[in-house]
């Protein structure tokens, strides 16, 4: 089992993979953190513990002991608000009984098993008992009657570790926890570390920042009910020289899709604190006596090959012990979606005329996007009326799913399910169903509310009308999404003393409908969706293999946000999708080619009208769809390499596929900016050093070695958005 246990030293070592971690019990009862980094052979590490001078200002708890330790200039475990340690703390509880702050939480037991336990009623990574050992450690508070279980879970074959918390009152006392984060690891010196986090906003979601460790505090974070467009739960620190082939990085991700906050926080010693978890910022939790708060799950990944080395190794954790469901494996069906083809404007006629034109080019799927219910023929109406508008679709959607069906394609769906129009059926009927705060008018996104999916008539309705539409002829997928940020989050159906639930009870609602979609409909395909990428996170994946990455379809834009996402997301699920020129968001113009070989990265498709193709493009669309279905299982299976930044000097970008034996591997390039006649050499990673590979469009063979250290030449650089997708495979 690669989790060891020094009893003498009361010293734990967990090892996942290349990766080591490790914390002891100290002789008064705290955790303190040892060790994160490469792999190590000793398990007696507490000599290593960090003791630093500390000055007669700090406090030292507790006081009768004369000890010589204090909380605040250690590195400490799971850190508590109240007893001196006056840094970013993990937990902070306000007592019922005193009207303080004030937590001390001291080792009781701990068990150690293989497998990994389910997270009830909250989206997790899974694992076997082959796959993955746990420790679960029990600490209290005496004074306060909290309890405190901390579950770390190791993966065997990937340097990830889970982290997730459960605070349960074991007191006579009522405790409000007023801050309870998944995660914390102090390391011993940051000095030479850099922070790496993913910001944005709509339509330029995940672009990558990385700046210095100061001293204070970093941070990044959602109160927007969801993860957000702005900041995604993830942060990553690596050494000033990491890359993306070298030196250490360590990634921090959590499987939430609400406010969240992650933090980075170097002390005057060089010491320094990653936070993770549920943002404290309108959270508040009350814990009755025998009541229990479960955290979400955060995930760590240790990298001692750069940044590269840690995106691969969420890349298969998230892909295949987080994905679940049919669609984790079975190829997904390339679509084609009616969105910037007709927007609002559409019927049944048109949408069967993109689909045929689809059907002919070997695409498989149509989706239809918002507008075919109720009264929405803008953004303005309709929300929550989830009844086929027949004045737009004759005939209702039954015939036009059996004429899609009859073409030989896939039929899917666009929701909004959490929102209401209020000018909408729904709304006027249960006005109590919305998201509010008595006394004031509700804000207003996109001209809509948001539904209170705490609310189990609410999550009742949506499954009902979910069941209705579904039940119309076969639907094989739905685009789930979400268009406004939250104001005004209370709900009608609660007392005072647990409004500040509310954000994190949506998430667990939300969750329980989505489980109970995923339940009753196991081969529906599900594409998570939020005015773009606004919902882009773990969470989502649990439930929905591919997320619709950004509203910005422009290829060249698409480079950075996706360059951005695979931080920490798999490329298979990004939904990715050729659109037309001059592109609607941005305006650009860009070969059809340029815009295959960008989408081809994720998970594919169209959203264009077909039919304004001349027969040349329409020849390409041919061309990608079967290239798509040639190689889906190296885009989906394969280890992705970033190659070439486009943030670099915003010349060009390059990124590789190579499939699991590296026997084959997919080179894609593009030219941001046009250079003349300079040619590239694209150096390649992952091959086998020793193995001669063929290029298939060219003809050149090259040892792995020499793709890899001198590079692969691209000659034509002198044209703006020219792009090149090279496939090599071992010949020898
Ligand atoms: C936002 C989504 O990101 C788009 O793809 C589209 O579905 C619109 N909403 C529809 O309102």
Redesign the pocket.
């Known amino acids: 089992m690669p989790i060891y246990y020094h009893e003498e030293t009361k010293t734990f070592r967990l090892d996942a993979k290349d990766s080591s971690y490790a914390f002891f019990v100290n002789r008064f009862g705290y955790l303190q953190h040892l060790y994160y980094g490469a792999h190590i052979s000793d398990t007696s590490l507490s000599e290593l513990a960090y003791t630093a001078g500390h000055s007669s200002i700090h406090a030292l708890p507790p006081a009768s002991t004369g000890a010589f330790f204090s909380l605040d200039v250690s590195r400490m475990e799971y850190p508590c608000f109240g007893r001196g340690d006056c840094r970013g703390t993990a937990l902070s509880i306000r007592r019922s009984d005193t009207g303080t702050v004030d937590t001390d939480l001291t080792y009781v037991s701990h068990k150690l098993y293989a497998g990994k336990p389910t997270l009830a009623g909250q989206p997790a990574t899974y694992a076997t008992a082959d796959e993955a050992d746990t420790l679960e450690i029990l600490l209290h508070d005496t004074v306060s009657g909290a309890e405190v279980t901390l579950f770390y879970t190791v993966f065997r074959n990937l340097a990830a570790i889970t982290r997730r918390v459960a605070i349960r009152n074991a007191g006579k006392n009522v405790l409000e926890v007023e801050r309870a984060l998944s995660l914390c690891v102090d390391f011993h010196d940051v000095t030479d570390m850099d922070v790496v986090h993913l910001y944005g906003e709509w339509a330029r979601e995940r672009s990558v920042e990385r700046v210095p460790m100061m001293h204070g505090t970093q941070s990044v974070g959602s109160l927007r009910g969801a993860s957000s467009h702005v900041h995604n739960p993830f942060l990553a620190l690596c050494s000033h020289h990491a890359t993306e082939t070298a030196g250490d990085a360590c990634g921090f991700s959590l499987v939430y899709c609400g406010n969240f906050l992650a933090s980075a926080e170097m002390d005057s010693d060089g010491g320094g604190r990653v936070l993770l978890g549920i943002h404290p910022d309108g959270f508040r939790w009350r814990l009755e006596p025998g009541e229990t708060f479960e955290t979400p799950e955060a995930v760590s990944v240790w990298s001692s090959e750069g940044l590269g080395g840690m995106s691969r190794t969420y890349h298969r954790l998230y892909a295949n012990h987080l994905v679940r469901g049919k669609w984790k494996t079975e190829r997904r069906p390339i679509l084609i979606?009616n969105?910037e083809a007709t927007y609002f404007n559409f019927d049944e006629e048109k949408i069967f005329g993109i689909a045929e034109e689809a059907s002919k080019l070997g695409i498989e799927m149509l989706v239809l996007?918002?507008?075919w219910f109720g009264k929405r023929d803008n953004?303005k109406s309709g929300l929550g009326d989830w009844f086929v508008n027949e004045q737009k679709l004759k005939g209702g959607l039954k015939k036009l799913v059996d004429r899609i069906h009859g073409l030989g394609m896939k039929f899917g769906i666009?929701f909004?399910p959490e929102m209401v129009s209020p000018d909408s059926d729904l709304y006027r009927a249960h006005p109590e169903w919305a998201l509010q705060v008595p006394g004031r008018e509700n804000s207003v996104g996109r001209n809509q509310y948001v539904l209170d999916m705490t609310r189990t008539e609410v999550q009742d309705y949506l499954f009902g009308r979910f069941a209705d539409v579904l039940s119309q002829g076969g639907i094989d997928y739905i685009?789930w999404?979400f268009?406004r940020n939250f104001s005004e989050v209370g709900s009608l159906t609660v007392g005072t003393e647990r409004q500040g639930e509310i954000f994190h009870r949506y998430c667990l609602g939300l969750y329980a409908l989505l489980e109970r979609l995923h339940n009753a409909y196991p081969d529906l395909l599900l594409e998570g969706?939020?005015?773009?990428g606004g919902r882009f996170d773990p969470a989502w994946l649990y439930y929905a293999p591919q997320i619709?990455t950004s509203?910005d379809s422009d290829a060249i834009e698409r480079l950075d946000i996706q360059y951005g996402t695979s931080f920490c997301y798999p490329p298979s699920a990004m939904g990715a999708h050729v659109s037309a020129c001059p592109n609607h968001q941005v305006h650009r113009t860009t070969p059809i080619a340029t815009r295959g070989n960008v989408a081809l990265m994720g998970a594919f498709g169209y959203e264009l009208d077909l039919r304004t193709l001349t027969d040349e493009e329409k020849e390409l669309v041919r061309q990608q769809c079967a290239d798509f279905r040639r190689d889906y299982a190296l885009t989906h299976t394969g280890d992705f390499y970033r190659l070439i930044s486009p943030w670099h000097d915003r010349t060009d970008c390059a990124w590789c596929f190579v499939s699991p034996d590296r026997r084959e591997a997919l080179l894609t390039y593009v030219v941001i900016r046009a250079k003349i006649s300079i040619p590239r050499y694209v150096r390649l990673q992952g091959l086998n050093p020793d193995a001669l590979y063929r290029c298939q469009e060219t003809g050149e063979e090259y040892h792995g070695d020499t793709l890899m250290h001198a590079g692969y030449c691209i000659r034509k650089t002198n044209s703006d958005f020219h792009s090149e997708k090279l496939h090599f495979e071992v010949v020898g």
Request: proline share 0%.
């Open positions: 979606n969105w996007d918002d507008g953004d666009w909004e685009k999404d268009n969706c939020a005015g773009g619709w509203d």
